[in-house]
């Protein structure tokens, strides 16, 4: 999900600067090799405009769940050593190997 924000981000900030940088003002002119209108220069600006956006707003959001899976990984690691050194312990204080409990 991080790449598929930042490519919204970089996608949408290459659309901005080409129209700004390569179109004509007043006249929409051409842009990525394609002649535009005013407005249709417009729409590519807003559409570029939500995609910068959209991809910060996945970015924001794969980033805080890939943090919340690491954390719940991390916790379940912690728990998984303590249950090991407990069975050890067990294992440690019944010479004879039997399993049954009291």
């Known amino acids: 999900m991080v790449f598929l ?3 919204l981000i970089i996608l ?3 659309a901005i600067l080409s129209a700004v940088f390569v179109s ?3 006249s929409g002119g051409e842009l990525l090799g394609f002649d535009v209108t005013t407005l249709e220069s417009f729409l590519v600006g807003v559409a ?8 910060f707003s ?3 959001w794969g980033t805080r769940r890939g943090l919340a ?3 719940e990984r991390k916790e379940l690691t912690k728990l998984n050593e ?3 050194r407990v069975e050890a312990e067990r294992r440690d ?7 049954t409990r009291p």
Do not use: C, N, Q
């Open 5 to 7: 924000g930042l490519a």
């Open 12 to 14: 949408g900030g290459i």
């Open 24 to 26: 004509e003002p007043g």
């Open 48 to 55: 570029a405009g939500a995609a910068i956006l959209w991809g």
């Open 58 to 60: 996945i970015l924001k």
């Open 69 to 71: 899976h690491r954390k």
């Open 82 to 84: 303590k249950l090991e």
């Open 93 to 99: 204080d019944d010479p004879d190997g039997s399993t």
